[in-house]
């Protein structure tokens, strides 16, 4: 069971990283079309869903782990924040504000960093 | 099982970190090729290929070599089969690399948008992906 979850949950990372790869291509300059940014933007949705219900299906399959974990809620905390900085960058895409979108792109990819490193590390575990 | 598996000495994250890293890069880098491709925007595949691609694979498979230094996996006789599986699936993956982003690139140069160049490097990144989630899966399940 253990290895399932697991499996699913770091599928559901790899879709974050696709929306992360695809908007990073953008923040540098590249000519995208409007379908590859709804391609970037369903792997966001799936992506953030899998790894927020697999990794907390994780979390209560274990017996060493809690819920109320540090790590699992500072896990929460930054799916929250890429999750806001992402819908964002998403409304404010195409307008004239290219700095202000690309800075809060190279943040939500900041976060999603964070959010790998609390996973390896798992601080207060 | 479950609990010695979700339970690693610390000294491992740093290189399991860099590991993971370059997998997502390489994996998104892939996923953008293919719809660039997809789309016959040859410049953005080409550039994904040489520098999203190339140097995610090179980070996975020298964190993947770090980690299992550190593991001593290579020193496990027999090597367990999701090690190989690993290997397997990373190693070939170099060639492909290669042969799509010398594709891609010529079709780019020589702005052919529907000539068996950009097929190739289609064909070959799609291979690259669903064996880039075949290695995600050996990895993950750790089958014996």
Redesign the interface.
């Known amino acids: 069971?253990?290895?399932?979850l697991?499996?699913f949950?770091?599928?559901a990372?790899?879709l974050l990283?696709?929306?992360?790869?695809?908007y990073s291509?953008v923040a540098l300059g590249?000519?995208?079309?409007s379908?590859?940014l709804f391609?970037a933007d369903r792997?966001w949705d799936v992506g953030g869903l899998g790894t927020l219900i697999f990794g907390i299906w994780l979390a209560l399959?274990?017996?060493?782990?809690d819920f109320f974990d540090f790590w699992i809620l500072l896990a929460i905390a930054l799916w929250l924040v890429a999750t806001g900085l992402g819908q964002s960058v998403q409304r404010r895409l195409g307008g004239e504000d290219v700095s202000a979108v690309n800075a809060m792109h190279w943040i939500r990819t900041i976060v999603v960093?964070a959010l790998?490193?609390t996973m390896?590390?798992k601080p207060g575990a | 099982?479950?609990?010695l598996?979700?339970?690693r000495p610390?000294d491992w994250?740093l290189a399991?970190?860099v590991h993971?890293?370059g997998?997502?890069?390489l994996?998104?880098?892939l996923?953008?090729v293919i719809?660039?491709l997809a789309?016959r925007?040859l410049r953005?595949g080409y550039?994904?290929l040489l520098l999203?691609v190339l140097p995610g694979w090179t980070v996975m498979r020298g964190g993947a070599q770090w980690i299992a230094e550190k593991e001593k996996l290579d020193d496990l006789d027999p090597v367990p089969s999701w090690v190989d599986i690993g290997y397997s699936v990373s190693d070939p993956m170099l060639l492909l690399i290669i042969i799509a982003t010398v594709c891609a690139g010529l079709a780019a140069r020589r702005q052919r948008q529907d000539g068996p160049l950009r097929g190739t490097a289609l064909v070959l990144t799609v291979i690259m992906l669903v064996a880039a989630?075949v290695a995600?899966?050996a990895?993950?399940?750790?089958p014996t």
């Open positions: 069971m253990y290895h399932t697991l499996f949950h770091m599928i990372a790899f990283a696709v929306t992360i790869v695809m291509a590249a000519t995208t079309s379908r590859a391609v792997c399959n274990l017996d060493q782990y960093i790998l490193v390896v590390w | 099982m479950s609990v598996a979700a339970i610390d994250n399991l970190f993971i890293l997998a997502m890069a994996v998104g880098a996923v953008l719809v660039a789309e925007n953005l550039r994904a999203g989630s995600v899966w990895m993950s399940t750790k």
